[in-house]
T-cell receptor, first 110, second 114 residues
Framework: GQSLEQPSEVTAVEGAIVQINCTYQ??????LSWYQQHDGGAPTFLSY????GLEETGRFSSFLSRSDSYGYLLLQELQMKDSASYFC???????????FGPGTRLSVLP | KAGVTQTPRYLIKTRGQQVTLSCSPI?????VSWYQQTPGQGLQFLFE???????NKGNFPGRFSGRQFSNSRSEMNVSTLELGDSALYLC?????????????FGPGTRLLVL
């Protein structure tokens, strides 16, 4: 089976940096993905890590430590539009059998 | 490329009825996955189809079924609807090639069961 844990809520102010952690327990592991979902919208892909280390995409970075079954999403220079839910997801096979974490609701305050 | 489309966008049914939802993936994508999203349970995986074959199935009762056609379009069916089936149903497609971990989600079908 697979299970993922994330904080339920995080609050930060504009311009700040926030880190959203994700720990997972899986019977198999292929990669860790992150998705963003605004209220009323569909999840959109942010980043993907298959190997240990940091992946950077603009203001967003994602980190993975396979030995610790742990990853995080780092959001820098927070903007109001970053207020959304963020989900980590793992698959135990190439592009298959995705399991999503419970989601972290990020509120960015002015 | 056009994105993932889902129809209908909104649906109201009554208990005991059945419903069919449709999903058209991004052109060239052969994998379609379905998810149920509710406030209490989050995003839960229903099943995944690839080239008309169901490859993976989540932990849902047999009332939930799906299929995929030769053009990769997919449908999911829920029979004997229950109040607890009220949810946002999302489908996602992926290319299953390099970067196949990326899933592209449709806007979802919001189902309300009365």
């Amino acid at each position: 089976g697979q299970s993922l844990e994330q904080p339920s809520e995080v609050t930060a102010v504009e311009g700040a940096i926030v880190q959203i952690n994700c720990t997972y327990q899986t019977s198999g592991f292929y990669g860790l993905s992150w998705y963003q979902q605004h209220d009323g919208g569909a999840p959109t892909f942010l980043s993907y890590n298959a190997l240990d280390g940091l992946e950077e995409t603009g203001r967003f970075s994602s980190f993975l430590s396979r030995s610790d079954s742990y990853g995080y999403l780092l959001l820098q220079e927070l903007q109001m539009k970053d207020s959304a839910s963020y989900f980590c997801a793992v698959s135990d096979n190439y592009g298959q059998n995705f399991v999503f974490g419970p989601g972290t609701r990020l509120s960015v305050l002015p | 490329k056009a994105g993932v489309t889902q129809t209908p966008r909104y649906l109201i049914k009554t208990r005991g009825q059945q419903v069919t939802l449709s999903c058209s993936p991004i052109s060239g994508h052969r994998s379609v996955s379905w998810y149920q999203q509710t406030p209490g349970q989050g995003l839960q995986f229903l099943f995944e189809y690839f080239s008309e074959t169901q490859r993976n199935k989540g932990n849902f009762p047999g009332r939930f079924s799906g299929r995929q056609f030769s053009n990769s379009r997919s449908e999911m069916n829920v029979s004997t609807l229950e109040l607890g089936d009220s949810a946002l149903y999302l489908c996602a497609s992926s290319s299953q090639t390099s970067g196949g971990e990326t899933q592209y989600f449709g806007p979802g079908t919001r189902l309300l069961v009365l």
